[in-house]
C-alpha cells in the first residue's frame, strides 16, 4: 500500500494542518456579536480542554528512556509527553525476529518506548561536548526531504504512526541523536585524559581547542537529515553539503531507509568519520580546507571509511550486521561485521585461520561470494571485521561490557583519523611540523596520491593507538598486549609494517627516534612482497596496456569525473565533444584517452590494494636553475632504472653524493620547491637530432616547433607538459588486488569473460592538437601496492618507513615506463 | 456573569498572545538563511548567466537552504538576471569567473547548471606573495532532473579564477546492480 495513503487518517493534527483550517477561518465576514460569541465559546472550549487534559493520566517520565511497547493492542501509536517520541530501536527485521516480513506489515506494533528527543518545536538538536563546552546551536536538523520545510510541533510530541512520513523524520532525529550524544560522550573523555590530566600516561592527538572551540563540529555547520529522500535503493553523506539523505526501495512503497537505524547510523558513520578526520583541521586557522578518506571510486581510503561507518552500527547496537530491512530483506545486500556470521561462505570463521583477511577478501560479497566486485563496501568488510574482532578482544582482556569495549575501540579510531587526517601536518600538537603528511603545505596531496591513507597505513596507526592508549597505560588494567593486537591484525592480513613508526615522517627528525618494531614471528599470515614482482605482463604476447579513447565513454567519464568534483580541469585546446576521439584504440591529437598498465605479479602470493601514480615526480635535472620558474631545460634522471641511458638524452649522475639539491640522486625535501629542484611531468619525448634519437622534455620539443607557450595544453606557465599530460584529479588508478602470476584483468574477470574497468582503473590523460603526428613519447608512472615490502619500508634502514619527502621521488615506487606514438 | 466574561476575555486574550508568540517564533525559525547560492549556464549564445537560485534549484540539490513552500508567492517572479553583482564575499573577477563557468560546464550536457555557493574568502601565504583564494560549494544540476547530490567544495585563486583543489564530494550506497554504469571498454592495446 503506497505510503502517501495512510496520511487521510492521521494520528494527530500537526501544525501545519491547524494553519490551513486557521487562515480558512479568517476569510469569513462576521458581525460583532458573533465575534462576541465566538471569543466566549473559544474560552470555554480552551477552560474544558484544559480541564479535560489535566484529568488525563501523564505518562511516565522518570526516566530518558522507557523500553515500555509504543503501540496498543491495535496497532495504534501511544500518546507521549511533551519532548518525546517513540522509534524503532532496531530495524523491523531484527525487532519482529522474522526474516521474511511483509513490506506492508504495520510497524506500529515494534515502536519502543518513549524517549526524551527535543522539547523545541522542530527537529533541531543542539549539541555540547560537556558543561564547560560552548554550545554547538543546532548541530542537528531534520527534516523529510529537501522540498519540505521542517516538521512544526508546537506541542513538541514527536510520536506518529509508522507509516506516516513524520516519522521518518522522526526516527532518524532519533537515532541521529544517541550516534552524536555516544561520539560526544567518548571524545568528551579522550580530552579530560588528554588535557585536563585525568590520565597522566594519556597522549592524544584530539587538539587542545577540541573543548573550547566550537569548529570542532564542522565548523558549526548543522548536520542536516533528510529522513525520505528521492535516491532509490541508496542513501549518502555528502560533506559539502553537510547532509545525510535517506532514500526508499525501488519495489516497494512502504519500505523507505530510514526505517532502518542501522543505515542511519551508517551515514552517521560518515559524518563523524568527516568530523574526525579533520577533527584538527577544523580547530586550525591556518587550514581552510578540509581533507576525506580515499579520492577515488575505489580505493582503499574509501573502503576504510565504509569499513568504520559499517561499524558504527554495531557500536551503538552491539550486533554484527547491519541492513537487515533497507538493503537486505528485498536486495540481498545487507553485510556482516563478524565471521560467525551464517551468511558467510565456508572456511569463513573466528579462527586466526579463518578471519576476513587482506588482500584475499577485498572483492567479496557475501550475498554473491562467486561474482566479486571492486567495490568500497566489500573490501570494507574488512575493516568492520577487524574492528568488531578487537572490541571482542577489549571486552575480553580489559574485563568490560561489551559496551564499554565498543567505546573504547571508538576512541581508537578517533585517535588514529584525527592524526591521519591532519592537514597542519603534525598528528598531535606537540609534534612538529612535518611528523605526518610532509608539511603543511603538501598535506592535501600526500593524502590525495602522495601517500593516502590505506590499509596499511591504517592499521599502523591503529596499533599505535593501542599501544599508547591500551596496552602502555597502566589504569586501563588490560591484560592485552601488542602480541596479542600483532596477531589479530596479522590474522586479517593487515600486520603491514615493520614498526610502529611513532618517530613520525619528518624529513630531518623522523629516524632519530626509537620505534617499537613487530615481532616478527607475529607475522604469520600477512605477506609482504618486494615491489620488482610488480611488473607488466610478461606473457607472450601480452599488451603493455590497454587504452580507452571511445568518444561517448570518455565523454560520460569526464562529465560524471568533472559533476562529481574529482576533476575540474581539462585543457582549453580540448574539445569538449571530443571530436579527435575516433576509438581506434590509438593515441591521437586532440584527444581524452584512459590507459590502464597491463600490471602482473610475479609473486607467488596475493597483492593488494596496487596504486598507479601519473602526478609530477623528481626525476628531472634542470639546468637552467638560474632562471626564474618554471625550470624548462634539464635532463631526465636514470639512476632509479637506468632509462634513458646518458647517450639517449639521461642526465649525468657521475660524481653525485645524493645530498645536495639539484642533483637526481637527491630527493627534493619541499616537493621541488627548494632551489634546484622541481618536479617534472610524467611524460618525456622522443627527438630526433640530425645524428642521434634521445629522450627530453616536451619543452624542448615545443622550441624545435617553435610554438607558442600560449599554445600548451596547460597555458604559457606549464611548458613542461605542452603536449601530453596527466588530468589532475585523475591521474591516479587504483586496482584492489592481483593475484600470484595473473595480471588484474585475469584477477577480477571470471574465464572467458572480459574485465570490467572502472573509471578508478583508469589513468586520464589529454593530448595537444598540436602535436605532430609520429611524435613517440614515453611515460613514466610511478606503481606501488599496500603489502609490499619496499614501497613504505626504507631498504636503507632497519624496517623504518620512508620518510615523506622520498614519495616526491622514485625510491619507493616501481617505474612502469609506457611508450606510445601519436598517430593522426 | 459579567465578571466570568471578564475572566473568560482576559484568558482567551492570554491564549491568543500565546499562540501568536508560538506563531511568531516559528516564523522566526522557518526563514531561509541568506541567499548566497547563484546559478550559472550557457544559453543558446554560448554566453554565461547568472541568477540567485530559486527555491526549487536549490530543493533538487539538498542545500539544507530552502524556503518552506507555504512560504513561496503563488506567483513566482522569473529568476532575476545579474549582469556582474555577486554576493560580497564571491570576488572572483567577472572575466576568470565566467571563463570558469564555462570549463565547469563544458563536456557536460546542454542544459546543465552549475550553483555556486561562496563561503569564504581566505589569504594564504604562498612563498613571498599572498594569494587570495574564494572557498565555494559547487553543485552540478541537470535538466534530466537527477538529483544534484554531487557537491564538492573547491577552492578558487581569485586572480586566475582557477580551482585549485577540490575535496569534501559526496559519498553514496549504491547497491549492486543499481550503480550508474561506470564500466568502460578497452578500445586498444598497446
Not at chain 1, 311 to 317: G, V
Not at chain 1, 575 to 600: A, M, Q
Not at chain 2, 72 to 92: D, G, L, R
Request: net charge negative.
Amino acid at each position: 500500500m503506497p505510503l502517501e495513503a495512510h496520511r487521510e487518517v492521521p494520528m494527530e493534527m500537526d501544525a501545519r494542518d491547524k494553519k490551513a483550517q486557521g487562515l480558512a477561518g479568517f476569510n469569513k465576514v462576521i458581525t460583532t456579536k458573533r465575534i462576541k460569541q465566538t471569543l466566549i465559546r473559544s474560552a470555554w472550549m480552551f477552560f474544558i480542554s484544559l480541564a479535560i487534559f489535566s484529568c488525563l493520566p501523564e505518562n511516565k517520565t522518570t526516566t530518558t528512556r522507557d523500553r515500555a511497547q509504543g503501540s496498543d493492542g491495535n496497532g495504534q501509536v501511544e500518546p507521549v509527553n511533551s519532548g518525546y517520541g517513540r522509534l524503532l530501536d532496531d530495524n523491523p527485521i531484527i525487532l519482529s525476529g522474522q526474516y521474511n516480513l511483509s513490506p506492508n506489515t504495520n510497524l506500529n506494533r515494534y515502536l519502543g518506548g518513549q524517549e526524551l528527543l527535543v522539547l523545541d518545536q522542530y527537529l533541531n538538536l543542539d549539541c555540547q561536548i560537556n558543561e564547560e563546552a560552548p554550545l554547538v546551536s543546532q548541530c542537528i536538523r531534520v527534516k523529510q526531504d529537501q522540498n519540505t520545510p521542517q516538521l512544526n510541533r508546537p506541542n513538541a510530541k514527536w510520536a506518529f504512526d509508522t507509516k506516516r512520513n513524520e516519522f521518518l523524520e522522526v526516527n532518524t532525529f532519533g537515532h541521529m541523536k544517541r550516534i552524536q550524544k555516544l561520539y560526544f560522550d567518548v571524545l568528551n573523555q579522550k580530552y579530560q585524559k588528554t588535557w585536563e590530566q585525568l590520565d597522566p600516561h594519556y597522549e592524544s592527538s584530539i587538539p587542545m581547542e577540541t573543548i573550547s572551540s566550537t569548529h570542532i563540529w564542522n565548523s558549526q555547520r548543522s548536520l542536516w537529515g533528510y529522513a525520505n529522500c528521492d535516491l532509490v535503493n541508496n542513501a549518502s553523506f555528502s560533506p559539502a553539503t553537510f547532509s545525510i539523505c535517506m532514500g526508499r526501495d525501488s519495489d516497494y512503497e512502504t519500505v523507505r531507509w530510514a526505517q532502518d537505524s542501522t543505515i542511519i547510523y551508517h551515514e552517521m558513520g560518515h559524518a563523524l568519520n568527516h568530523i574526525t578526520f579533520n577533527l584538527r583541521n577544523n580547530v586550525n586557522p591556518d587550514i581552510p580546507y578540509q581533507t576525506n578518506l580515499g579520492s577515488l571510486f575505489y580505493d582503499e581510503g574509501n573502503s576504510i571509511e565504509e569499513g568504520i561507518a559499517d561499524f558504527a552500527s554495531y557500536l551503538m547496537n552491539g550486533r554484527t550486521h547491519l541492513g537487515e530491512w533497507a538493503m537486505g530483506r528485498f536486495n540481498n545486500a545487507s553485510r556482516p561485521m563478524s565471521e560467525d556470521d551464517g551468511i558467510h561462505i565456508p572456511g569463513i570463521d573466528t579462527t586466526a585461520a579463518g578471519r576476513l583477511s587482506y588482500p584475499t577478501y577485498v572483492t567479496y560479497d557475501p550475498n554473491f561470494p562467486d561474482d566479486p566486485l571492486e567495490d568500497v563496501h566489500f573490501a570494507g568488510q574488512i575493516i568492520s571485521h577487524y574492528l568488531v574482532a578487537l572490541t571482542q578482544d577489549l571486552e575480553k582482556y580489559c574485563e568490560v561490557e561489551n559496551e564499554k569495549a565498543r567505546k573504547k575501540t571508538l576512541a581508537l579510531i578517533i585517535e588514529s583519523l584525527s592524526e591521519l587526517g591532519d592537514l597542519g601536518a603534525k598528528g598531535r600538537d606537540f609534534n612538529l611540523e612535518g611528523h605526518i603528511n610532509h608539511s603543511a603545505d603538501h598535506s592535501f596531496e600526500w593524502i590525495r596520491i602522495n601517500n593516502p591513507v590505506n590499509f596499511r597505513s591504517f592499521a599502523q596507526s591503529m596499533a599505535r593507538s593501542v599501544k599508547s592508549i591500551i596496552v602502555d597505560n597502566p589504569l586501563n588494567q588490560c591484560q592485552y598486549t601488542l602480541d596479542d593486537h600483532e596477531k589479530l591484525l596479522d590474522s586479517y592480513g593487515l600486520l603491514l609494517f615493520r614498526t610502529y613508526n611513532e618517530s613520525g615522517n619528518h624529513k630531518d627528525y623522523g629516524h632519530l627516534h626509537s620505534n617499537t618494531h613487530v615481532a616478527t614471528l607475529n607475522r604469520a599470515q600477512t605477506v609482504l612482497i618486494s615491489k620488482d614482482l610488480l611488473k607488466l605482463s610478461p606473457e607472450q604476447n601480452a599488451s603493455e596496456a590497454f587504452v580507452f579513447d571511445n568518444r561517448s565513454d570518455m565523454i560520460s567519464a569526464t562529465q560524471s569525473m568533472k559533476s562529481a568534483g574529482q576533476i575540474t580541469e581539462i585543457s582549453s585546446l580540448i574539445e569538449s565533444d571530443l571530436p579527435y576521439n575516433n576509438g581506434n584504440g590509438r593515441i591521437s591529437p586532440g584527444e581524452v584517452f584512459g590507459i590502464t598498465p597491463n600490471l602482473y605479479n610475479d609473486s607467488n602470493s596475493m597483492m593488494g590494494g596496487v596504486q598507479v601514480l601519473a602526478n609530477d615526480w623528481d626525476h628531472f635535472k634542470w639546468t637552467d636553475t638560474h632562471q626564474d620558474r618554471p625550470y624548462t631545460k634539464g635532463r631526465p634522471c636514470n639512476h632509479l632504472d637506468g632509462f634513458p641511458s646518458q647517450s639517449l638524452g639521461g642526465a649525468d649522475t657521475s660524481g653525485e653524493t645524493g645530498e645536495n639539491p639539484g642533483e637526481c640522486k637527491y630527493t627534493t625535501r619541499q616537493n621541488g620547491h627548494e632551489f634546484g629542484e622541481q618536479l617534472a611531468p610524467i611524460c618525456l619525448v622522443q627527438i630526433n637530432d640530425d645524428d642521434a634519437t634521445k629522450w627530453a622534455g616536451q619543452n624542448e620539443l615545443r622550441e624545435r616547433l617553435q610554438l607558442e607557450k600560449n599554445r600548451c595544453l596547460g597555458g604559457e606557465d606549464s611548458p613542461n607538459d605542452c603536449f601530453m599530460r596527466a588530468i589532475k584529479g585523475a591521474d591516479q588508478a587504483f586496482f584492489s588486488h592481483i593475484a600470484p602470476k595473473k595480471t588484474w584483468a585475469q584477477t577480477v574477470s571470471n574465464e572467458g569473460e572480459s574485465p570490467k574497468f572502472n573509471i578508478s582503473n583508469l589513468i586520464f590523460m589529454e593530448v595537444s592538437p598540436w602535436v605532430p603526428p609520429g611524435t613517440i613519447f614515453k611515460c613514466r608512472y610511478r606503481a606501488r601496492f599496500t603489502n609490499c615490502n619496499d614501497c613504505f619500508h626504507d631498504p636503507k634502514t632497519d624496517g623504518l618507513d620512508f620518510l615523506d619527502f622520498e614519495y616526491s621521488g622514485g625510491r619507493p615506487f616501481k617505474i612502469i615506463n609506457l611508450q606510445f606514438t601519436v598517430i593522426d | 456573569m459579567n465578571h466570568f466574561k471578564k475572566i473568560s476575555f482576559l484568558s482567551f486574550t492570554l491564549f491568543l498572545t500565546v499562540l501568536i508568540i508560538n506563531q511568531n517564533k516559528e516564523e522566526k525559525k522557518d526563514e531561509p538563511v541568506e541567499q548566497s547560492w547563484t546559478t550559472f549556464y550557457i544559453d543558446q549564445s554560448q554566453e554565461v548567466k547568472s541568477y540567485e537560485s530559486t527555491p526549487e534549484e536549490l530543493d533538487k540539490i539538498a542545500s539544507g537552504e530552502t524556503k518552506a513552500p507555504a512560504r513561496i508567492p503563488a506567483s513566482k517572479k522569473e529568476p532575476q538576471e545579474k549582469s556582474s553583482h555577486y554576493p560580497t564575499s564571491y570576488q572572483v573577477k567577472d572575466k576568470q569567473k565566467k571563463q570558469l563557468v564555462s570549463r565547469l560546464l563544458s563536456f557536460q550536457e546542454k542544459g546543465t547548471k552549475i550553483l555556486i555557493k561562496p563561503e569564504k574568502t581566505i589569504h594564504k601565504k604562498v612563498g613571498d606573495q599572498v594569494n587570495i583564494y574564494e572557498k565555494v560549494i559547487i553543485t552540478y544540476l541537470f535538466e534530466n532532473n537527477i538529483k544534484g547530490f554531487h557537491s564538492f567544495n573547491a577552492l578558487i585563486d581569485q586572480d586566475t579564477g582557477k580551482i585549485v583543489r577540490t575535496w569534501n564530494q559526496s559519498i553514496h550506497e549504491p547497491l549492486r546492480g543499481h550503480r550508474s554504469k561506470r564500466e568502460l571498454t578497452p578500445t586498444g592495446t598497446l
